[in-house]
């Protein structure tokens, strides 16, 4: 099988490749080369056999025909530049997000007419495809109805994916992902960077800025799950899934306090004392334009899990990235 991440530097990109290499293959299909495509060069462990890296953009002219050219079995296409920094640069979030999408598609659709050529397609989207007004938990039935540029060019991703899957030039699965935390690194341009922020800095014993109020309830999953999301989107019969192609993911709602409360019961009190308030006016507004919490009955029928309280969740970063330790 041959493997292609598009967005392979990212930090689900790396963890993504990581625990492909980890495995070895996808389901009961052995992986005999993966490629891994980002914008900067993405890292690869010593020892991983049959490992290809690139540095390209997805939405540069005839880029994604040169990436596919070996007919890659499965695209997890993970590339796009972040809500905070597509929010700020209007014409650099539609070519990134938008534009480096539409050429991937185009690309498949024309290998396809021409050889047959038909992958399995798994698709990065977010929960930022909805938007204000919207019912407590949101239903699987619930429309789009973004309101940053972010999910609006996420949410064009999507009805791109169902209709090229409906016409059958890939077989194509779209993800909704639930915010990712805690993300391990350094603060990204996401507006939603601080949901990690609170938590990260302060079990690596580093001072954290809260800019919004400790109600604020949003819909989480970490690392490990979304890795494991992409990994069944990879291998699921998508026959059971219909021609309805994109799927909230399972996740966790939690207020900004209950984060809070878990880091004082894993790590200790002395740990969300380094949690500073700092009301910010334009996060809190864009936040306050967010989802809250989903059913997700559909994903979770078709086998995809998360995490079911928080403590779970920061347990995961001690035991991936060593930050810290659980009290």
Not at 55 to 61: I, K, M, N, R
Not at 132 to 161: N, V
Not at 237 to 262: H, K, Q, S, Y
Request: charged residues 25%; contains cysteine; glycine residues 10%.
């Amino acid at each position: 099988m041959k493997v292609l991440i598009i967005g392979a530097a990212g930090m689900l990109g790396r963890k993504l490749a990581e625990r492909l290499a980890a495995d070895g293959r996808i389901g009961a299909s052995p992986i005999g080369t993966m490629h891994l495509v980002d914008v900067v060069s993405p890292p690869v462990n010593e020892g991983r056999p049959a490992v290809e890296t690139e540095v390209a953009d997805l939405s540069s002219q005839g880029t994604a025909e040169k990436l596919i050219a070996a007919r890659p079995d499965v695209i997890f296409h993970l590339a796009a530049i972040v809500s905070g920094e597509a929010e700020a640069d209007f014409e650099k979030g539609y070519r990134i997000n938008l534009d480096g999408t539409r050429e991937l598609f185009e690309a498949v659709r024309r290998a396809h007419e021409a050889d047959g050529y038909r992958p399995r397609l798994v698709f990065a989207s977010s929960i930022a495809v909805f938007g204000a007004p919207f019912p407590e938990r949101i239903p699987d039935s619930f429309h789009l109805t973004p309101l940053t540029s972010y999910g609006t060019q996420k949410a064009i991703g999507e009805l791109l994916l169902a209709d090229y899957s409906r016409r059958g030039f890939f077989d194509g699965i779209g993800l909704r992902l639930p915010t990712i935390c805690i993300r391990p690194g350094q603060p990204n341009k996401a507006a939603s960077g601080f949901f990690s922020n609170i938590l990260r800095e302060p079990i690596n014993g580093e001072e954290a800025v809260l800019p919004v109020g400790e109600d604020v309830r949003h819909w989480f999953a970490s690392p490990r799950a979304a890795v494991e999301f992409f990994i069944h989107a990879a291998t699921l019969d998508l026959e059971t899934v219909g021609p309805r192609r994109n799927l909230t993911m399972p996740g966790l709602a939690a207020t900004v306090g209950e984060e809070i409360a878990a880091l004082e019961r894993m790590v200790g009190p002395e740990a969300a004392g380094r949690i500073r308030r700092e009301p910010d006016a334009t996060i809190a507004g864009i936040v306050a334009g967010w989802p809250r919490a989903f059913e997700a009955q559909r994903a979770c029928e078709l086998g995809f899990e998360a995490e079911t309280d928080f403590d779970e969740i920061i347990r995961v970063y001690l035991e991936e990235e060593g930050g810290g330790s659980a009290v």
